[in-house]
């Protein structure tokens, strides 16, 4: 039988609501194991003010997984230097955000931790600390190698499949006037390949179909509104049609979220953030996990920023870290699963190889 999954869930911005939200994942019954990588003093001093019934204790990377026991909360611990004020963040933290982060990373590619979810951060007070810093997917992605492809899905707050809908980006976090210049021949090839293997492999896709959007209004409209569709977006997707993938488009970004469309649709392709991430968030706000593709781990995350304004008061919802931890622990059991058959495979044939030897 196998053993829980167990999720390594880092809180992000000290003086945002990851603290509370990691606080209220806690009080949940959960078919998984869970560990914050975060300081014990500051998560004991939130539940004590916020009132939130939280025994913490300190997590031992020895400890074989166990059922996740609501009210109980494991820790690895990361002090803070300095005193947390909630709501106001400040750059002297930014080196515990990024120590909690790379413990955690440390973690999932030992074996210890299967998959790992993060809190909110607060991207321009790292920055700001002198430590370049795009988002949560490029940093991880320059830490274990791989290809990171942006993916939000809200499939775990959808009971109904035709409900279900999952975005990829072919860009991320880059100024809209620089768009034009990342939509190239190689990217979408390589952004594609990723997608469509890790809806095969990871999400249990049989035969994956991805809608693809352009780039420009109305797909370009034959190279009147733009050439990128013409001379980039559509060669390339025709390559990989013959490569086997079945894919739509490029379509205008303005028909491609029609209800009756996703219906037969496991994924859109956009062409960058702001295309996509509306929509998504639209579609079921609270419920959305943002995963990242293309990269040697599992990694999920809320679908929302650090809200500071409303951090330290109880009031946050932890819909959105419920949603990623249990996408988290959905994609482990999927991969465990894989690597088993795998395995199994591999022996039969060396069994078979011996034999014949």
Known sequence: MQPPIRIAITPG???????????????????????????????????????????????????????????????????????????????????????????????????????????????????????????????????????????????????DPAR???????????????????????????????????????????????SVCGLNPHAGEDGYLGSEEKEIITPSLEKLRKQGMNLEGPISADTAFIQKKLHTRDAVLVMYHDQGLPVIKYSDFGNVVNVTLGLPVIRTSVDHGTALDIAGQGLADACSIYAAASLAAKLAVKSFSEASNCIGKSATGTRQGMHLL
């Open 13 to 159: 911005e000290p003086a945002g609501i990851g603290p509370e939200l990691v606080l209220k994942l806690a009080q949940q019954t959960l078919p998984f194991e869970i560990v914050a990588i975060a300081s014990k003093q500051l998560l004991a001093k939130l539940a004590q003010q916020l009132q939130l019934e939280v025994t913490i204790t300190r997590f031992n990377p020895c400890d074989s997984p166990v059922s996740h026991t609501p009210g109980q909360l494991r820790v690895i611990d990361i002090p803070t230097l300095n005193q947390v004020v909630a709501g106001k963040p400040e750059a002297r933290h930014s080196c515990y955000v990024i120590e909690t982060l790379n413990a955690a990373i440390e973690l999932v590619q030992s074996g210890i931790c299967q998959a790992l979810t993060t809190g909110p951060v607060q991207k321009s007070i790292i920055n700001d600390a002198g430590i370049p810093f795009s988002g949560h997917t490029e940093y991880i992605s320059e830490q274990t190698g791989g290809d990171p492809v942006m993916l939000l899905s809200n499939e775990m707050g959808n009971k």
């Open 164 to 210: 279900i809908l999952r975005v990829a980006f072919a860009t991320t976090h880059v100024a809209v006037a620089k768009i034009p210049t990342q939509i190239t021949a190689q990217r979408i090839e390589n952004v594609m390949q990723i997608l469509h293997k890790d809806l095969h492999h990871r999400f249990g896709i049989e035969e994956p179909c991805i």
